[in-house]
């Protein structure tokens, strides 16, 4: 469960810094989009760490 969270964590500060990279600023929409990409990739991996 830790890995997950962390992995979440890692995942949304990876993608909200790529997105301000690529926009040149930071919007809610970036923080909102990184936010459930981090939660989707952290629910993800949590169902793989019971599977595996």
Do not use: P, Y
């Not at 809610?28 to 595996?52: Q, Y």
């Amino acid at each position: 469960m830790v890995s997950a969270i962390v992995f979440a964590f890692a995942i949304f500060c990876g993608w909200l810094i790529f997105d301000i990279v690529k926009q040149r600023k930071l919007t809610l929409e970036n923080l909102m989009s990184s936010l459930i990409v981090a939660v989707i990739a952290g629910v993800a991996w949590w169902v793989l760490e019971l599977i595996f």
